[in-house]
């Protein structure tokens, strides 16, 4: 008999029975812990401590289950667990999963060595919980990687890199017991000289600077790291001394740069982005309906109206196709297939502002309640807006598709 993905009837888009068990013990944890306490972190606009310790407890968070989910065989088991806490609360979940962007630039370039050595130190344990924060942008420089001004050099007497320059936007930066801090070890060189350094906890001359107060995700703690000075010894290279070495050497003499690798990565890691968006255009949908079915307005529910029952069929379907292209690319990349169709960017693309629109019509049905803060649809529209933002922006998606699309070099 057949088996495999050419026997008959084998495409599913039914996930098997592990990840469905997974799937209903972290909505649990989004419906118990983290949805009812999604209103006080925002206000409060802090990183909820008592929370992420809860889910170390039940270990939620932990490295043992990001990265089980990262190896899932299917390539659902980020996006399905992603959807589950972001429909939860945004803010909360994205203190829950900030590690995660530290952790895959390390596990995704990193030596074995190293891998084994920084990934425990992101993730902590129950009652010792730590975090990572990933460094990239900077004032200068967010879609404009290449205009990246931190400073890398090496000293060869003690085998040190010292690291310079003023990071922004970066969650859980300054408050994180491990910084990834990509740096420039050849200016010349633009992006191509670039390479990423572990800066390990408590190392001297890291400090956070401003904390930024943001329109939404306010439970996420996103600040600029400044780093004066700072030294590390230099195992803290990620992927090693050897392969930078050799990727300078293949640039200085044209050959490829490695930048192409770079992007196949962040092509894979963007419908984890797609997912937590999709949670939060779900969660708005789903409060919608409620409300337009209880709501009594000249007599009826306000979801009898066409308008109203209208603008949830587009939201409904809006935020199921999302997930199908976030799932497309998520099934794809674990696959190991190429997503030369942009798939990645398209998932993110729609996603994100899938999320803007439900959310926005979720705060129309509901009317006065819904422009309010005793109701949670404004707050999700708020969180809603980061997804168009952070990861790359939706025009810089629009850029990556539209190449793929077309072939040409679109800008
Ligand atoms: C809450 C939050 C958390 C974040 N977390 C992190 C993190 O952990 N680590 C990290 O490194 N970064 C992080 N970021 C930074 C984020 O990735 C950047 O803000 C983002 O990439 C956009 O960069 P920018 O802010 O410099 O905007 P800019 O690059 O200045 O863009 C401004 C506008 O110009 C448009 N634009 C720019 N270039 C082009 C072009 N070529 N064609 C068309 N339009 C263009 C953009 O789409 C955007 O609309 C975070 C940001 C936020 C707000």
């Not at 972290?26 to 006080?40: K, S």
């Not at 963007?270 to 007599?299: H, K, L, N, W």
């Not at 935020?319 to 990645?344: H, I, K, N, P, Y």
Request: aromatic share 8%; glycine share 12%.
């Amino acid at each position: 008999m057949t088996t495999g993905p050419d026997a008959p009837g084998a495409f599913s888009l039914e996930p098997g029975p592990d990840l469905r068990e997974m799937r209903d013990w972290v909505h649990g944890f989004a419906t118990d812990v983290i949805r009812p306490a999604g209103a006080e972190w925002d206000e409060r606009e802090e990183t909820p401590w008592p929370i992420l310790d809860e889910a170390a407890k039940i270990g939620l968070y932990s490295l043992d289950f990001f990265s089980a989910q990262w190896l899932e065989p299917s390539g659902l088991g980020i996006p399905i667990a992603f959807e589950e806490l972001f429909w939860g609360d945004a803010g909360i979940a994205l203190s829950l999963v900030g590690s995660t962007l530290a952790a895959v630039a390390v596990a995704s370039n990193g030596t074995p060595e190293q891998i084994g050595e920084w990934l425990p130190e992101m993730f902590g344990g129950p009652g010792d919980v730590k975090l990572g924060a990933f460094c990239a942008s900077e004032p200068e420089a967010g879609s404009d990687v290449g205009a990246i001004r931190t400073r890398a050099e090496y000293r060869e007497a003690s085998d040190e890199w010292i690291l310079n320059g003023t990071k922004s936007w970066a969650t859980n930066g300054g408050i994180a017991d491990v910084h990834v801090v990509v740096a420039s070890v050849d200016s010349s060189l633009g992006a191509r000289g670039q390479a990423s350094f572990v800066v390990p906890p408590g190392t001297p001359g890291l400090s956070q600077g401003q904390k930024f107060r943001k329109h939404g995700v306010r439970a996420s703690h996103t600040a600029e790291v400044v780093l004066d000075g700072v030294r590390v010894p230099g195992r803290c290279l990620v992927g090693g001394r050897e392969r930078l070495d050799a990727r300078l050497a293949r640039v200085r003499s044209g050959g490829p740069s490695g930048e192409q690798a770079a992007m196949k990565t962040f092509e894979a890691s963007r419908p984890s982005v797609a997912a937590m968006a999709v949670g939060v255009g779900r969660a708005a949908v789903e409060f919608a309906r409620d409300y337009a079915t209880q709501r009594i307005t000249f007599g009826r529910p306000i979801g009898q109206n066409q308008a109203v029952g209208f603008m949830l069929a587009d939201m409904q379907a809006a935020v199921d196709a999302a997930r199908l292209l976030t799932w497309r690319a998520a099934w794809m990349a674990r696959q190991g297939l190429a997503l030369d169709g942009a798939e990645g960017s398209m998932s993110k693309l729609v996603a994100s502002e899938t999320a803007v629109r439900v959310t926005e019509q979720a705060i129309q049905i509901l009317g006065g309640n819904g422009y309010t803060r005793d109701f949670p649809v404004e707050r999700w529209h708020r969180d809603a807006k980061i997804f168009t933002i952070f990861e790359g922006t939706s025009e810089i998606q629009r850029m990556i598709i539209g190449r793929a699309v077309t072939g040409l070099d679109v800008r």
